[in-house]
C-alpha cells in the first residue's frame, strides 16, 4: 500500500520531496541518496532532485516504500 505524502503547493521538487516523507533527514542528503538509490516516479527511472512532482505522482523507491503526492484542497 502507498503512502500519501500530502504538500500546500502545486507542486515539490524531488529533494524536497525525500525530506517530506522522511526518507532522508537533510535536504543537502538528496544528491547522495539519488546516486544510492533507484527512485521511480510513475513508472520511469529518475534521479533529478529538481524534478517537480505534482498532484497524484506516484513515487517507489526502491528497498524503501512506495508514495503518492496528494495535494491539499
Do not use: C, P
Not at 28 to 47: H, P, R, T
Not at 50 to 64: A, C, S, Y
Amino acid at each position: 500500500m502507498s503512502q500519501i505524502i500530502k504538500i500546500d503547493t502545486d507542486y515539490i521538487t524531488l529533494g524536497q520531496f525525500l525530506k517530506l516523507a522522511e526518507v532522508i533527514q537533510s535536504g543537502g542528503m538528496a544528491k547522495w541518496f539519488l546516486q544510492e538509490y533507484s527512485v521511480y516516479i510513475n513508472g520511469d527511472n529518475d534521479q533529478r532532485r529538481g524534478r517537480k512532482l505534482k498532484n497524484g505522482d506516484q513515487v517507489v523507491i526502491e528497498e524503501i516504500g512506495e508514495f503518492v503526492v496528494e495535494a491539499k484542497q
